[in-house]
Structures are given as C-alpha cells and as structure tokens.
C-alpha cells in the first residue's frame, strides 16, 4: 500500500474496520438464501438469482470487528412510492410485493441479530430487493426516453458521516455495492456513468448485459409511458416513480445508516438524476437519524429532504415523526411534489410517512414485529 493510499484511508475514518464489497455479496447471498428457507411459504421468484462473489473485492465480513452490545436493533424498508391504485395491482403481486419486502427484512434483521453494522444490515437488505423484479431497482429498473436503464444508489454511515454515491450506470449488477465500495475504496463520495463503472471492474463487483435489468413489466409501463406522453406532450410524474428501494437500520451499538437505489424517473430525459444519490436528498445518516427516500426526486433535491428531516431532529428538538411529517407531508407538497420516506433514530422509532397515493414498505422494530403494506389501510 503506497504512503498516498495510506493517508487516504486514514481520512476515511472506519477504513480497516469496514468490509469491503466480497463480503457484502456473501452475506447478501447466503442471507438471502436463510431467509427463504426461514419463510418457507415465501416464494423464491423467476428470474431472480443470487450474486456472484468475485474475487479481489476485499476483506471478508467476518474480518469486521465487533463492539460487545447489546442494544436494541430495528430496520426498515420501501419499494418506492407513486401513484399506485389498489385496483392498479393484482392480488398476485401485491403478495409477491409482500413477500420481497419481507425477505429483505429478513436479511438485514438477520445481519443485526448477529451483532452486525447497520451499514452492512442495509446495504445487504438493497441487494435483495436489486436482485427482485418487483421494484424499480437493479433488475425491473425502469427506462429512459431512449428505452435506456440507468441506475443510481448512495449509502450513507452514520456514526462517521462516510458516504458513496454512483449515478447513471448501466451495467453495474448491484449499484448499492458500488456506492458502497466508493465509500470505503475510495477518497470520494459519488462517482458517475462511465468513470464508476471502470471503478466497479477494479473492484472486481459484478457487470451485466443491459438486457439483466429488463423485465417484460418494466418494459410494458415504458411502453405505456412513452403512448401517454406522447398523446398528452408532458410526463405524468405521479405514474412515472413507483419502486426505488432503500433501508435504514440501527445495530446493537445505536448507529443507524441508510441506503437507496434507484432506476429514477420513467420516461426520463437523458442525464437526468434525480435524489436517491444525492447525500442529503435522498440519502442522509447521522449519529441520530437516517433517512431513505423515494417519490418526485427534483422536489427532494430542492427541500434536500433526508437532511432537512434530521436536522430538524438535532437542532429543533423535533420528534422523529413530527421532522418526516413536516417535510413529507407539508414542505414537498407545498412545492407541488409527494412521494415518502423511510427514517429511524438512535433510538429505534421509525416513521414511514408517505404523500403519494401508495409506498410499498415494511419494518421489524425493536420489539421484533414485522409489519408490510403498501396503502394506508392495510398494515398486516
């Protein structure tokens, strides 16, 4: 290691104890797996597979050490918010929808009960809801206006303010792995396009034929899409951004973490980015609060939304859920936006407002309950 690379891994604060992205994949594929077989009347989907570890990507999660604790421990989850209908979603997959969200509580509940990071429970949790094609993420993204996927993802640590950030990737399997290698292998927090994706091959993480991303759903509702602006000359924004997914967590130590991923807007327009790898926008952790978000993202960029709802829990003394319904459900709206989040404080209370018409969501809370829904009505 060279004297340069040293002092860079110094200034990256938890350098040598955060893994690096082999042990990331592991862990989300052999959780993933755990988690099946855990909820044995979950249905493991077509065309969904489990990620391939390749070689040379870093230290080994084992390697992590641990502080003896033993506090409590909570995570949530969304799968986007938008413009969803009860009567827009079959029953098949509304159960489906469930069933993904669930396991992917299961993985990164799993990754906490084993006296895991909270960076390690949600960025193992967005592996699988990249890898299922319910959700406007990894495969199942929705397209651009040239019929493109274009992806972004940021994590975010709490406990030390470390961050990574990737936007407009094509080909990078899991984009919340290449957000977290940009934190913990490199100097800078976000990195885009053609630049991050030369990163993810010397990070040795997984690239795929544009055509994995693809899914005949995802590819019907662009079809749709592209028909209704056309007839009408203008996007239908609340139609446009169901599915991003993202989780934020807190581990036995009381830090929290949050992490998204996103194939952003339908329809987009090309090199639009929109607030999932914005640190702050749709994306924020601190040492009392993380914030994952999902809905309109110009409209969270201009609120810079997860900050906006921790700030208000450090400086204004604002309860977790009074900050989240303050900026969802009055700030964004005011500007003419709607859309959710997911957040957590050190204490583990979690909140997941929503002004959209639906957000898929789930949690398991400190108390062990395990709640998913998608509308307002229907907890189960």
């Given at each position: 290691?060279?004297?340069?690379?040293?002092?860079?891994?110094?200034?990256?604060?938890?350098?040598?104890?955060v893994p690096g992205s082999t042990g990331l994949v592991r862990l989300a594929a052999g959780l993933f797996v755990m988690?099946?077989?855990?909820?044995?009347?979950?249905?493991?989907?077509?065309?969904?597979?489990?990620?391939?570890?390749?070689?040379?990507?870093?230290?080994?999660?084992?390697?992590?050490?641990?502080?003896?604790?033993?506090?409590?421990?909570?995570?949530?989850?969304?799968?986007?918010?938008?413009?969803?209908?009860?009567?827009?979603?079959?029953?098949?997959?509304?159960?489906?929808?469930?069933?993904?969200?669930?396991?992917?509580?299961?993985?990164?509940?799993?990754?906490?009960?084993?006296?895991?990071?909270?960076?390690?429970?949600?960025?193992?949790?967005?592996?699988?809801?990249?890898?299922?094609?319910?959700?406007?993420?990894?495969?199942?993204?929705?397209?651009?206006?040239?019929?493109?996927?274009?992806?972004?993802?940021?994590?975010?640590?709490?406990?030390?303010?470390?961050?990574?950030?990737?936007?407009?990737?094509?080909?990078?399997?899991?984009?919340?792995?290449?957000?977290?290698?940009?934190?913990?292998?490199?100097?800078?927090?976000?990195?885009?396009?053609?630049?991050?994706?030369?990163?993810?091959?010397?990070?040795?993480?997984?690239?795929?034929?544009?055509?994995?991303?693809?899914?005949?759903?995802?590819?019907?509702?662009?079809?749709?899409?592209?028909?209704?602006?056309?007839?009408?000359?203008?996007?239908?924004?609340?139609?446009?951004?169901?599915?991003?997914?993202?989780?934020?967590?807190?581990?036995?130590?009381?830090?929290?973490?949050?992490?998204?991923?996103?194939?952003?807007?339908?329809?987009?327009?090309?090199?639009?980015?929109?607030?999932?790898?914005?640190?702050?926008?749709?994306?924020?952790?601190?040492?009392?609060?993380?914030?994952?978000?999902?809905?309109?993202?110009?409209?969270?960029?201009?609120?810079?939304?997860?900050?906006?709802?921790?700030?208000?829990?450090?400086?204004?003394?604002?309860?977790?859920?009074?900050?989240?319904?303050?900026?969802?459900?009055?700030?964004?709206?005011?500007?003419?936006?709607?859309?959710?989040?997911?957040?957590?404080?050190?204490?583990?209370?979690?909140?997941?407002?929503?002004?959209?018409?639906?957000?898929?969501?789930?949690?398991?809370?400190?108390?062990?309950?395990?709640?998913?829904?998608?509308?307002?009505?229907?907890?189960?």
């Amino acid at each position: 290691m060279t004297q340069a690379m040293t002092s860079v891994r110094a200034r990256k604060l938890a350098w040598t104890t955060v893994p690096g992205s082999t042990g990331l994949v592991r862990l989300a594929a052999g959780l993933f797996v755990m988690a099946t077989i855990a909820l044995a009347p979950v249905p493991v989907f077509a065309g969904d597979s489990e990620p391939t570890a390749v070689a040379g990507q870093g230290e080994a999660l084992a390697q992590t050490p641990q502080v003896a604790a033993s506090g409590p421990i909570a995570i949530a989850v969304h799968g986007g918010a938008g413009g969803v209908a009860r009567e827009a979603l079959s029953e098949e997959r509304r159960v489906a929808v469930n069933a993904a969200l669930r396991q992917a509580l299961a993985v990164g509940h799993a990754v906490l009960a084993d006296g895991g990071s909270s960076v390690d429970a949600v960025a193992a949790t967005v592996v699988v809801l990249e890898e299922s094609p319910y959700f406007n993420a990894g495969k199942g993204a929705v397209f651009n206006a040239d019929g493109d996927n274009e992806l972004d993802a940021a994590i975010m640590d709490g406990a030390t303010r470390n961050a990574g950030a990737v936007a407009a990737l094509r080909r990078v399997r899991n984009p919340v792995l290449l957000a977290r290698a940009v934190m913990d292998e490199s100097p800078h927090v976000f990195m885009i396009g053609s630049g991050a994706e030369r990163f993810a091959r010397e990070q040795g993480l997984e690239l795929v034929n544009p055509r994995w991303f693809r899914t005949d759903d995802s590819w019907s509702r662009f079809q749709q899409a592209r028909r209704q602006q056309a007839a009408i000359a203008q996007p239908l924004p609340d139609e446009a951004y169901y599915g991003t997914v993202g989780a934020v967590a807190l581990d036995r130590n009381g830090h929290v973490a949050a992490a998204t991923s996103t194939g952003g807007m339908t329809m987009k327009r090309y090199g639009r980015v929109g607030d999932v790898p914005v640190i702050g926008a749709g994306t924020w952790a601190d040492a009392d609060c993380a914030v994952s978000a999902t809905g309109w993202g110009e409209f969270f960029i201009r609120t810079a939304a997860a900050h906006e709802i921790c700030s208000r829990v450090r400086l204004a003394g604002q309860s977790l859920s009074e900050a989240a319904d303050g900026v969802v459900m009055d700030e964004i709206p005011a500007l003419g936006g709607s859309g959710g989040v997911i957040a957590i404080d050190s204490q583990g209370n979690l909140v997941m407002p929503y002004s959209s018409i639906s957000m898929f969501r789930g949690s398991i809370d400190a108390g062990g309950t395990v709640r998913t829904a998608i509308w307002a009505e229907d907890e189960s």
